[in-house]
């Protein structure tokens, strides 16, 4: 059931002139699962056409962002409208209050925020913040857990970097990375250990609420309130990268998913990305106002850039945003209904045909994980038989399933799948199974 492929290689060997490897984000390169990856050519609701014109349903969702389904009618035409008046002005525009007034409706916890264009610059941002309002230089983070590629926080990383199983990534002096305590996730003796050996050094906790950087992995009963007491009793900041989990799991994202939205309970400061710009280069991070305003041109703590608030963003994330609160209710329903029935129509269909599935779910980000294991931390997620996924990942391809091409990644369900999807996905699963076993 070969794939005809021929217009992405010719574009790929054209790319690979000019770029490493041919991508700009090295995960799209499928080097986990093999094979030579489609060169998208455009996209519509639940559905991806590549160059040759071969039609996918998508379960990647751009990694997160298209929560809407692609071509989201209110935010192109409201990238439409922006782009008349021009891309960017690098002066303050109503459009940046306006997206900052919708995204503090869904997350009180954020009394003050700062606008970026990455998850990366979101989550590097706030660990500078941290340790400029706490003068403390050490950060924990998470094995597995993956908070974009700033130096400090490329250490035992997930996504990509969990992918080609490097430990970190050349070029980050040892001098940096010996600021960085990476422990396993669910771990809170290990956390508790960390704090005491390194009294009144510690600046900021950060982690995934819910890993999607391992593949989905949901955060041990009490592991979120245990951190939240322990790092008020240090004096440390309680950082919820909610790049990919903002705006998924609920409005408010894991925090109002889980209840840790507002008051005694809430983070210190939050990151986001992806849904937020509606596929368009938007990552913010804020928090606490007293926090937040340590950064220039109030406080100490430089933070800066050019496309910073660019309106054509701010237009894409304000009509995504705005749809979600008018729909939270009907969405999220929708949402978690059609996502349980994706992962667990295909599980059962991987038992019927022999194959050990453990699906780890929250919300519409699910992860198949290729092992018969629990898996609750990147350790046991690691045991995952990565061989047997990247052969899954391709026979799906082939038969019209497009998934995210790593076992240490979520796939993401969004508003557009529906019953039609479903139907299709679970019939593929049946024959990729009854075909790469045999
Ligand atoms: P970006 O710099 O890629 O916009 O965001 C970094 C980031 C931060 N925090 C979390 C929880 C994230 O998931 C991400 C980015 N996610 C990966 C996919 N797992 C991006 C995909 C890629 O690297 O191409």
């Known amino acids: 059931m070969a794939l005809d492929l021929s217009q992405s290689q010719l574009l790929q060997q054209r790319a690979e002139k000019f770029l490493p490897g041919g991508v700009d984000s090295p995960v799209r390169a499928f080097r986990a699962v093999g094979g030579h990856p489609p060169f998208v050519a455009s996209a519509k609701g639940a559905y991806l056409t590549d160059a040759d014109g071969n039609r996918y349903i998508d379960m990647f969702g751009s990694w997160g962002p298209m929560l809407l389904g692609h071509a989201f009618p209110p935010a192109v035409e409201a990238i439409k409208a922006a782009a008349e008046l021009s891309a960017s002005f690098g002066a303050s525009t109503a459009a940046e209050a306006n997206l900052a007034e919708l995204v503090q409706r869904c997350f009180p916890s954020i009394e003050k925020m700062r606008f970026v264009s990455s998850g990366t610059e979101a989550c590097m941002s706030a660990i500078r913040l941290a340790r400029g309002f706490t003068g403390r230089p050490f950060v924990i983070k998470f094995e597995g857990c993956y908070h974009g590629h700033a130096d400090a926080l490329l250490v035992k990383a997930g996504s990509g970097v969990a992918t080609f199983g490097i430990p970190g990534s050349a070029g980050v002096p040892n001098e940096t990375a010996m600021h960085t305590l990476a422990l396993p996730y669910n771990d809170f003796a290990a956390v508790e ?104 041109p109030l406080g100490p703590v430089y933070q800066a850039g050019t496309l ?91 038969r019209g399933v497009w998934l995210p091409p790593s076992q ?31």
């Open 193 to 296: 250990a960390a704090f005491e050996s390194h009294p009144e050094q510690i600046a900021c906790v950060i982690l995934e609420p819910v890993v999607g950087n391992a593949g989905t992995i949901a955060p041990a009963p009490e592991f979120l309130a245990s951190l939240r007491r322990l790092t008020r009793k240090h004096g440390a900041l309680l950082i919820f990268d909610e790049v990919m989990t903002g705006f998924r799991l609920a409005a408010g994202g894991a925090q109002e998913y889980f209840g840790f939205a507002s008051g005694e309970d809430a983070p210190d400061l939050t990151t986001l990305g992806k849904i937020v710009g509606g596929g368009l280069p938007v990552g913010a991070f804020g928090g606490r106002a007293e926090v937040m305003d340590f950064l220039a």
């Open 308 to 398: 910073s608030g660019n309106p054509l963003a701010m237009a894409a994330g304000i009509a995504t945003i705005e749809h979600i609160l008018a729909h939270k209710g009907a969405l999220y329903a929708g949402l978690d209904e059609t996502t349980a029935e994706i992962a667990g129509e295909v599980a059962l269909v991987a038992a019927e045909h022999g194959v050990a599935l453990t699906t780890n779910r929250v919300g519409s980000m699910f992860t198949w994980f290729f092992t018969s294991e629990d898996v609750t931390d990147f350790a046991t997620a690691s045991k995952s038989d990565t061989a047997l996924f990247a052969k899954f990942h391709r026979a799906m391809l082939e």
């Open 408 to 438: 240490y990644e979520a796939a993401f369900v969004s508003a557009a799948h529906g019953q039609t999807e479903i139907d299709a996905i679970v019939a593929a699963a049946n024959g990729a199974f009854g075909a790469m076993l045999k």
